[in-house]
């Protein structure tokens, strides 16, 4: 599986970008995608997760987004959308999306060690 983040840039405080994670090679009724983030001298961490199965889906955000962030995907596109508005300075980071090829227990959506990562696209919000 090759996951291709796309979507990044400069954006004033307040405006709106999104991202999209285009998966390309196997696909199964069962995956779990996430986007990740990282700022500069800080560790990842877990912004935002979809999981399938068949034909449930849930999604699931850290608090910090929640309300500003919204996560989909489109099935037929094979892609994942970060839909980010009302974007803060605090939000700037690189954008990274994975996936496992395993519908994840929700308590594990947000534990960093999927098995595929895409190569990250830079967010920059200027105040």
């Known amino acids: 599986v090759q996951l291709q983040a796309s979507g990044g840039g400069l954006v004033q405080a307040g405006g709106s970008l999104r991202l999209s994670c285009a998966a390309s090679g196997p696909t199964f009724s069962r995956t779990t995608m996430a986007w990740f983030r990282q700022a500069p001298g800080k560790e990842r961490e877990f912004v935002a997760a979809?999981?399938?199965?068949?034909?449930?889906?849930?999604?699931y955000s850290t608090d910090d987004v929640k309300g500003r962030f919204t996560i989909s995907r489109d099935k037929v596109k094979n892609t994942m959308y970060l839909q980010m508005n009302s974007l803060k300075p605090e939000d700037t980071a690189v954008y990274l999306c994975?996936?496992?090829?395993?519908?994840?227990?929700?308590?594990?959506?947000?534990?960093?060690?999927?098995?595929?990562w895409g190569q990250g696209t830079q967010v920059t919000v200027s105040s």
């Open positions: 979809i999981r399938w199965s068949g034909g449930s889906t849930s999604s």
């Open positions: 994975a996936a496992d090829l395993k519908y994840r227990i929700s308590s594990a959506v947000r534990d960093p060690n999927y098995s595929y």
